[in-house]
């Protein structure tokens, strides 16, 4: 499955574009170089460039998947307690709402320490309702990222979002990473709390449904259906999902 390693591939690519950044910002111009006399090769020469490439891959071991082979999904959701350290949870704006109005809910994290690239897995019952553009009300295509947040939208590291929903069974699966980790780093300006994303919801029934993170077969290792990555290219784990309460 080629799709199922995309998220991964975008880590350590962000990996490796750093490296060669720091690589080129540490050579210089080749113009104000003067030529240096020949050295002769010794069994003392330095392996440091070596070894930093054989680390450059992340620590997680699992593959992020983004493409969509889903799981059944119950409307019956008990919300979870939001604890004080690090959590990713989805806020409502409401969740009692007359057919035809629209629920705003937003995708935050708060607490994770340097985050720079994460994934999640939505499931709602499409027959209710209906995922659209917060603003506009359009209905949210298969291939569309949801309305951005206040974090991971700095363009000075790059960003690289994938979407790949399944709109008509109820899912949203979608992630973003930062591109130039190295320079997100070095600036030191790390994104730990804010909100990623904005989805909205049409209210098409007035009946009770939940929309909640779902694990499922092709997120192996998630954690209720999230993937939360630092500026190291590392998985998280030290963090609570929350879910949200029920809808009417």
């Known amino acids: ?39 002769e090769p010794t069994n003392n020469t330095d392996s440091t460039p070596i070894q930093e490439l054989q680390t450059i891959e992340p620590k997680n071991t699992e593959n992020p998947i983004i493409s969509a082979t889903h799981t059944s999904f119950s409307p019956v959701n008990t919300p979870s307690e939001v604890k004080a350290d690090g959590n990713i949870q989805l806020v409502m704006d409401k969740n009692t709402a007359a057919k035809g109005e629209i629920i705003k809910v937003e995708l935050t994290v708060k607490n994770i320490p340097n985050l720079a690239a994460y994934q999640v897995n939505i499931k709602y019952d499409p027959s209710v309702l209906q995922a659209v553009n917060p603003d506009t009300g359009m209905p949210l295509a298969n291939d569309e990222s949801p309305k951005d947040g206040d974090i991971l939208v700095n363009s000075s590291y790059g960003l690289i979002p994938i979407n790949n929903h399944s709109i008509e069974e109820g899912i949203l699966n979608f992630s973003k990473s930062y591109i130039n980790y190295n320079k997100y780093k070095s600036d030191g300006k790390s994104e730990h709390s804010g909100v990623l994303a904005i989805i909205g919801f049409k209210v098409l029934e007035e009946k009770s449904t939940a929309i909640a993170f779902e694990d499922a077969d092709f997120m192996s290792g998630a954690i209720s259906g999230t993937f939360l990555f630092d500026w190291d290219g590392n998985k998280l784990t030290n963090y609570t999902v929350a879910q949200p309460s029920q809808i009417n």
Not at 28 to 39: C, E, H, L, Q
């Open 1 to 39: 499955m080629i799709k199922s390693n995309i998220l991964k591939l975008c880590i350590i690519f962000a990996l490796l574009f750093s490296l060669l950044c720091g690589c080129w910002s540490d050579t210089g111009s080749n113009d104000n170089m003067k030529p240096s006399p020949s050295v």
